[in-house]
């Protein structure tokens, strides 16, 4: 079946660091989307990439989506302390746009 | 809008016993999911419901696991009978279909669930 690969595991950094985490799938996929759980709560939706190489950004945040459609990257500029947390890619699997295969995220701790 | 709503937010409970977890979904949204987050396996999909009918429940690990919708506003996910490998946080999560037919997922808070 589909899988979502995610890299690293995790990410320790100095704020003010910028952080990158990656995202691979197996196959093409329709759309992608960013989810971000901190400790301790609950994903929470961040963003959905839909085309060919776009690209998106919240504040710090740039979000890519690659041309082939089969990975994307998540970016953080100047990390700060609020940006704790494990960020989750996830992608339809199965031909179906309800099933979402969530990558295993990457955990970034950011040091004050 | 007070979001998905879960409880109970913390279950321990001893092997054997039976474990209900509830779960309210936005008003208005049509797709529920619930789904088993461990620290081994990530995000797991046990079951998706649409318009309160179980579409896909290919994640739902065995018989001692059952889910029901009965009506648009409630859902629930029994154990029965638990054990310790079932120790997880288990999220429900409900969407209203976009336009270009992705879903994005709101999630509660969650049900820690502990199993001796």
């Known amino acids: 079946g589909q899988q979502v690969m995610q890299i690293p595991q995790y990410q320790h950094v100095q704020e003010g660091e910028d952080f990158t985490t990656y995202c691979n799938s197996s196959t093409t996929l329709s759309n992608i989307q960013w989810y971000k759980q901190r400790p301790g709560g609950h994903p929470v939706f961040l963003i959905q990439l839909v085309k060919s190489g776009e690209v998106k950004k919240q504040k710090r945040l740039t979000f890519q989506f690659g041309e082939a459609k089969k990975n994307s990257s998540l970016h953080i500029t100047a990390t700060q302390t609020t940006d704790v947390g494990t960020y989750f890619c996830a992608g339809p699997s199965g031909g179906s746009n309800y099933k979402l295969t969530f990558g295993k995220g990457t955990l970034l701790t950011v040091n004050p | 809008d007070a979001g998905v709503i879960q409880s109970p937010r913390h279950e321990v409970t001893e092997m054997g016993q039976e474990v209900t977890l509830r779960c309210k979904p936005i008003s208005g949204h049509n797709s529920l999911f619930w789904y088993r987050q461990t620290m081994m396996r990530g995000l797991e999909l046990l079951i998706y419901?649409?318009?309160?009918?179980?579409?896909?429940d290919s994640g739902m690990p065995e018989d001692r696991f059952s889910a029901k919708m009965p009506n648009a506003s409630f859902s629930t996910l029994k154990i029965q009978p638990s054990e310790p490998r079932d120790s997880a946080v288990y999220f429900c999560?409900?969407?209203?279909?976009?336009?270009?037919?992705?879903?994005?997922?709101?999630f509660g808070a969650g049900s820690r669930l502990t199993v001796l």
């Open positions: 999560a409900s969407s209203r279909t976009a336009s270009s037919g992705a879903n994005v997922l709101t």
């Open positions: 419901f649409n318009n309160n009918v179980p579409i896909d």
